[in-house]
């Protein structure tokens, strides 16, 4: 696998990933993450119904947006990794639709609507990465949605840890077949529309068939092309381009 | 009205074997499964592997025991 970028910002890591940007259009994309702070695993970065704070962006760790019922259950419908952006327009928003929390200990910055407005305006190259990274996260959607509607349970996870070893690899954070994983098997629940029960049997089928290992919170794909043929993993959604059409 | 249970080996492709058919009167409103030791915390504990009509849930719930369970039944 052939590195990107060596910019220690997984902002312009991803970014590249859509498209080669200037010195200049680098360093705005890494100034825009320099107000940051940290917040705890598992707490909520955004809730439901507040005032929007500003446009979140995740520097470390992993996050989720979620939509809950008044009985508790909890969809989990997007994953947020380093260099992941929340959304743009939410400057236009009275009150916030759903939430955001984190998986793990996160590193986060939130960019004011103006600022991000003034970087579009003024680098049209960031400007049109930063629309495509919109659009990724709408396909991306699209694809959980066809996941959760029209895999069975195995073939979800299979799914799922196929993205991932991907979007991670795009930002630095995946070898070639493992990453860290900071997710419980109630939450990958809640991601992929399953019990926590039929998770574990799941993942443990997953590992009968020699498709992963977990060692800790480390999970190794054991076959990354199994593993994505179970998966009818086709990583079109995630428009990476000639860099990684594998 | 009454409920009754009738053992039954369940194919879920896991060591999750052991399981009964709950009936309220003559209709079978339920499978449970009693979860195997590769549950850690929740080995031993009773899932409702499937639920008809009145007892659907979207999230199936995990019983201590057969009597919790039936509890649960009695009371949807």
Request: aromatic share 6%.
């Amino acid at each position: 696998m052939t590195q990107i970028s060596l910019s220690p910002s997984p902002l312009v890591r991803k970014m590249e990933g859509f498209g080669s940007l200037s010195e200049v259009d680098r360093s705005v994309l890494e100034n825009l993450g320099t107000s940051t702070e940290t917040v705890p695993a598992h707490s909520d970065l955004v809730r439901e119904d507040e005032r929007p704070r500003g446009i979140l962006l995740v520097l470390e760790g992993m996050a989720f947006r979620y939509k809950m019922r008044a009985n508790g259950s909890r969809q989990i419908m997007a994953y947020l990794v380093p260099g992941d952006m929340g959304d743009l327009d939410v400057g236009l928003l009275d009150r916030m639709d759903h939430g955001i929390g984190t998986f793990s200990a996160c590193k986060v910055a939130w960019i004011r609507s103006d600022a991000l407005a003034s970087i579009r305006e003024n680098h049209p190259e960031v400007a049109r990465a930063i629309r495509m990274s919109t659009l990724v996260d709408e396909a991306t959607l699209r694809e959980w949605l066809l996941n959760v509607g029209c895999r069975v349970a195995i073939e979800r996870l299979a799914h799922l840890f196929s993205e991932l070893l991907l979007r991670l690899q795009v930002v630095g954070l995946a070898s070639e077949n493992s990453y860290t994983l900071p997710i419980s098997q109630g939450e990958l629940a809640d991601t992929t529309g399953m019990s926590a029960v039929h998770v574990n049997r799941s993942l443990m089928e997953l590992r009968r068939r020699g498709l992963i290992q977990f060692s800790g919170k480390t999970l190794s794909i054991l076959d990354v092309p199994a593993l994505k043929a179970l998966a009818e993993f086709k990583p079109n959604y995630l428009h990476l381009g000639e860099r990684r059409a594998a | 009205m009454s409920l009754r249970l009738q053992p039954v080996r369940v194919e879920t492709g896991s060591g999750d074997e052991d399981g009964r058919l709950v009936f309220r009167d003559d209709a079978l409103i339920a499978l449970l499964v009693r979860l195997s030791d590769n549950h850690d915390a929740d080995s031993g504990k009773w899932f409702l592997e499937a639920g008809f009509g009145c007892v659907a849930q979207e999230r199936n719930p995990l019983f201590e025991d057969l009597e919790q369970a039936q509890a649960w039944f009695a009371t949807r």
